[in-house]
């Protein structure tokens, strides 16, 4: 019998702590499935978030820093300074990246910073038990917008690769989802090719992935595909919104 | 342990700016990344320091804040470099949250602060009002740096070659707690080769350097699991703590032998006093110096013991803030001087007292 799938070596675990219908379970698999198709695993370090991911060093097998909420980019600038021959993987959340650490990475985009970032925005704070992100959708009710986000005293959600294609040292920016096995395998093509950028000495590049939160979002796994299905992707459309190499 | 402030033959006497002395020293102690901020007085140290790394073909980055340069230290000394950062009081505040995560990761580190005067932006001018904020950790978290107190050029060159020594030594960050005077200050000193203090320095088998050939290195800052494992990590570095308290207290003692007032100052004021005890030395008055090289660990043992020498002497703490280290000094002689024989001079962040004002000050105090 020929094996066809099996778990990637380069992840640690049988089971992560991340709740059922979580999206970081799957992005981690596909990490793990590029990081051994390239063979990258040792000479990787990886820099893990503050939020769900933040023992990513319980999942996957390699170096690892544990950053300051939204610092990574900064961690990760000195890291790839001091080792320009290892590959930094930058992980972070919609709260890391796009609130409390906007300057590190629009500063660390701006340097043209040849680092791989996976960005996973599920529109919420999910660790802290279901907040008003930066990309929480208009409407959508969290623990504190419990009437729905509204444009007015609370602004519109921010759409990183959009902001992040206004910088002319960022070389590659794309937005994907894993809501369903296409989108999934389309997320696997992204996160390969953000690595390989970084292997190649191309630059920045970043993957911002759409994820579902349903215990933070309050709703069942399925319609928590749903909403990706029928609203995020309406706010935050799939789609390269960088490719100059 | 003694500090080592000379060596080798190729010295040469040169004219410099503490910031500027500061910058070298880092460069022949091999310190590897500097991030820094702007915010004056401390300017002169990134903007030498942009020139020279780049002479020397090493990494100079200037940040987009105090934040993201902090967080930079934490990632290349966690990457095994050799690092410095240097600013401001404001911009010190700043760094607070990553020296947090640089101390709980049992990181080594040089941070440079030439202090000016607060709260809030407060002024440009000299000040010591961030004597609390450096010698109690300043971050959240139980944790301490060590503080070396330059009062010249010539130690602000080698103090700096000894605090990366003693960050990689104990794997804890050092701050060199300059002033706004002694980062100005332009005099000549003699600048030497760079000679380690310890004959060896534990292996760096910590740093994340991609994990080809052995289990990964995970630089931890969270402890969730075992139940007590923050607790470990918090004994393990009270112990450490307790070794640095041991082995390194540094005070300069003048004319402390038989004393009628022993005054206790650092930095620019220990300049400032000097001067004045000077005066009164030559008048015949019996006025000693205590002057302190470290302000954490505090050399409690070296000052009670010139108290108990000196049984009747009183003591004279002079400070430019409204009294901070007055309270390590109240710590320090509880049990052996009478609290009414400590006494404080000081002036608030931002302005420094004249060697007039602090001779006068020392003549009321031996009139009484």
Redo the contacts between chains.
């Keep these: 019998m020929n094996i066809v799938k099996t778990q990637p070596k380069s992840i640690t675990t049988e089971s992560t702590k991340y709740c059922p219908g979580c999206g970081h379970g799957i992005v981690l698999r596909l990490i793990g499935e590029v990081i051994d198709e390239l063979g990258i695993r040792e000479k990787m370090i990886l820099t893990a978030p503050v939020g769900c991911a933040v023992i990513l060093y319980d999942y996957i097998f390699c170096d690892v820093i544990e950053c300051a909420h939204g610092r990574a980019p900064a961690v990760g600038t000195a890291i790839k300074r001091v080792h320009p021959d290892k590959f930094v993987l930058i992980y972070q959340g919609d709260g890391d990246l796009a609130a409390i650490g906007t300057a590190e990475i629009i500063h660390a985009a701006n340097r043209g910073e040849n680092m791989s970032v996976i960005f996973v925005n599920n529109a919420i704070y999910g660790m802290t038990g279901g907040q008003m992100a930066p990309t929480t959708l208009i409407g959508q009710k969290t623990t504190t917008s419990p009437f729905g986000r509204t444009i007015k005293g609370m602004g519109k959600p921010i759409r990183v690769c959009e902001l992040l294609a206004t910088l002319e040292e960022t070389k590659y920016l794309e937005r994907t989802s894993i809501h369903s096995v296409r989108n999934i395998n389309k997320t696997k093509a992204a996160i390969r090719k953000v690595f390989q950028n970084q292997l190649n000495g191309i630059g920045f590049s970043l993957v911002e992935i759409l994820s579902m939160c349903p215990v933070g979002w309050k709703v069942s796994p399925k319609e928590a595909i749903q909403f990706i299905e029928e609203q995020m992707i309406n706010c935050f459309p799939l789609g390269v919104y960088k490719d100059t190499e | 342990m003694a500090e080592n402030n000379n060596t080798g033959s190729q010295i040469r006497r040169v004219l410099m700016k503490g910031n500027e002395a500061v910058g070298e020293a880092a460069i022949k102690a091999g310190c590897?990344?500097y991030?820094a901020y702007p915010i004056t007085p401390q300017t002169e140290t990134p903007e030498y320091l942009s020139r020279r790394m780049e002479e020397e073909n090493r990494?100079f980055?200037q940040?987009?804040?105090e934040?993201?340069?902090i967080?930079?230290?934490?990632?290349?000394s966690?990457?095994?470099?050799r690092?410095m950062t240097s600013s401001s009081s404001p911009g010190i505040s700043l760094k607070q949250?990553?020296i947090s995560?640089i101390a709980g990761?049992e990181l080594p580190c040089v941070i440079i602060n030439v202090v000016r005067g607060g709260p809030g932006l407060g002024n440009i001018e000299a000040s010591q009002a961030d004597y609390f904020q450096s010698t109690r950790g300043g971050g959240h978290g139980d944790y301490r740096c060590i503080v070396l107190a330059p009062n010249s050029v010539q130690e602000c060159y080698d103090m700096t070659m000894n605090a990366f020594d003693l960050a990689d030594f104990y794997r804890v960050p050092v701050i060199i707690q300059n002033d706004g005077i002694i980062g100005q200050l332009v005099e000549p000193f003699e600048m030497h080769p760079y000679k380690p203090m310890f004959e060896k320095l534990p292996s760096k088998n910590w740093a994340?350097?991609?994990?080809?050939?052995r289990d990964?290195?995970?630089?931890?800052?969270?402890y969730?699991k075992p139940p007590d494992g923050l607790e470990q990590l918090n004994r393990k570095l009270d112990e450490r703590y307790k070794k640095i308290q041991a082995e390194l207290r540094w005070a300069e003692l003048s004319n402390c032998d038989k004393a009628d007032l022993i005054i206790i100052a650092y930095g620019a004021t220990s300049r400032i006093a000097k001067s004045a005890i000077k005066r009164h030395n030559n008048n015949g008055q019996k006025v000693g110096l205590f002057r302190l090289k470290t302000l954490w660990p505090w050399p409690n043992v070296e000052l009670v013991e010139i108290a108990r020498k000196n049984k009747d002497a009183k003591f004279l703490v002079i400070e430019m803030s409204t009294g901070q280290m007055l309270e390590d000094v109240l710590l320090s002689l509880m049990d052996v001087v009478p609290k009414k024989d400590i006494l404080f001079y000081g002036m608030g962040g931002g302005w420094n007292p004249t060697p007039d004002m602090i001779y006068e000050k020392i003549a009321e105090v031996l009139a009484e």
Excluded: D, H, K, Q
């Design positions: 590897l990344c991030f990494i980055l940040a987009e804040s934040i993201a340069a967080n930079m230290v934490f990632g290349a966690a990457a095994g470099a690092v949250e990553g995560y990761a994340l350097t991609g994990c080809a050939g990964p290195n995970v630089v931890r800052t969270l969730l």
